[in-house]
């Protein structure tokens, strides 16, 4: 289940602002707090439960989850206690911008989540959410703020405008870039192994009439057009450019003999004719350009308004000995709580 890019944008965004955080106020931290937001503690729990998942995303993975001490699990700590400073930060300028979510809105989320991800099934749902060490409430809780970020954003990006003359100065600047300009392409097949005996052994084969995808499906290395039978649809120079020379000089229907690349030896067949580049005019390529520099224009809009929130919300944020992100430890002027008997590994 992946946050929607607008939000995985706006932690982005939010993340400088945390990380280069310098405390400034004279909360105190309570025992079981890593941090204090505006007066919301930061529970250490809330930062167990974090790390308890990203183990779990490790273990899935196979990676070896760094060991409490190290430098890698200090690293991964830091990210964890700034993501949970984010959150809290958000409820700071949700209440700031008049925002909130409802209740409803969380069941909301949750049942559109159930039904893409897991056909409508609340079993499928509890056991993603138990593998992925969530509890009811702290999954609840993940919803809430993926839902808070995303109405930030709207509100930060409502007054984002493209104007006609913005559209005409990007397509002057960049006729001879996408979207404007559609590069050369051709529709191909291949088959992508290792060795070189190998390669030829099933070129000599398709020669004498071999099955493409047959043979695809016994030996290409390459997943992604595997299903497919090994097609794809290439355009000029997005590709290595031993395979993109070879499969725009090869005749249509045509077999090339093996080409080596730093992937292996492929041997590929030219299914179409090349389909010349193109460029659109300023009207076909309109709605693409205001879309990309309307998305632009957000981003703007966003950085602005944090850049503009970022004294202030430096003043809000304290934390307790051994969590404070690297730039705010090593700032003289970084407030934090010397009392309690934290510890880095919390």
Not at 293 to 321: F, G, I, P, Q, R
């Amino acid at each position: 289940m992946k946050p929607a890019r607008v939000i995985a944008f706006l932690l982005v965004a939010l993340v400088a602002v945390v990380s280069a955080a310098c405390g400034g106020s004279d909360q105190s931290v309570p025992d079981n707090a890593v941090a204090v937001v505006d007066g919301t503690p930061v529970t250490k729990v809330e930062l167990d439960q974090l790390l308890t998942r990203a183990k779990k995303t490790y273990t899935a993975q196979k990676r070896a989850f760094p060991k409490a001490g190290t430098a890698e699990y200090q690293s991964l700590q830091s990210q964890a206690v700034a993501y949970l400073v984010q959150r809290a930060e958000y409820d700071v300028e949700a209440e700031n911008l008049k925002i909130t979510v409802t209740d409803k809105e969380i069941e909301g989320r949750i049942t559109q989540l159930k039904t893409q991800y897991f056909g409508g099934r609340q079993a499928k749902l509890d056991k993603q959410i138990k593998d992925q060490g969530y509890t009811t409430e702290s999954f609840r809780d993940d919803i809430r703020a993926r839902v808070l970020s995303e109405k930030i954003y709207v509100a930060v990006t409502k007054d984002a405008k493209v104007t006609d003359a913005q559209v005409t100065t990007y397509y002057v600047a960049n006729k001879k870039q996408p979207p404007i300009y559609t590069a050369e392409s051709r529709d191909v097949r291949q088959i992508l192994v290792k060795d070189k005996a190998q390669a030829m052994k099933i070129y000599d084969e398709l020669k004498s009439g071999g099955d493409f995808t047959k043979l695809v499906t016994k030996y290409t290395l390459e997943e992604a057009s595997k299903a497919g039978g090994g097609k794809m649809t290439i355009k000029r120079g997005d590709t290595v450019a031993e395979f993109d020379s070879t499969s725009f000089l090869l005749p249509t229907d045509s077999i090339s003999r093996p080409v080596k690349t730093q992937f292996g030896y492929h041997i590929i067949q030219a299914l179409s004719d090349r389909r010349p580049g193109k460029t659109l005019s300023q009207k076909e390529a309109t709605p693409q350009i205001k879309a990309l520099l309307l998305e632009k224009s957000k981003n703007d809009a966003l950085t602005t308004w944090t850049n503009e929130n970022k004294k202030e919300l430096d003043k809000k944020v304290v934390y307790a000995v051994g969590f404070a992100p690297p730039a705010a430890a090593t700032d003289t002027s970084t407030s934090v709580d010397d009392g309690g008997g934290s510890n880095g590994n919390g």
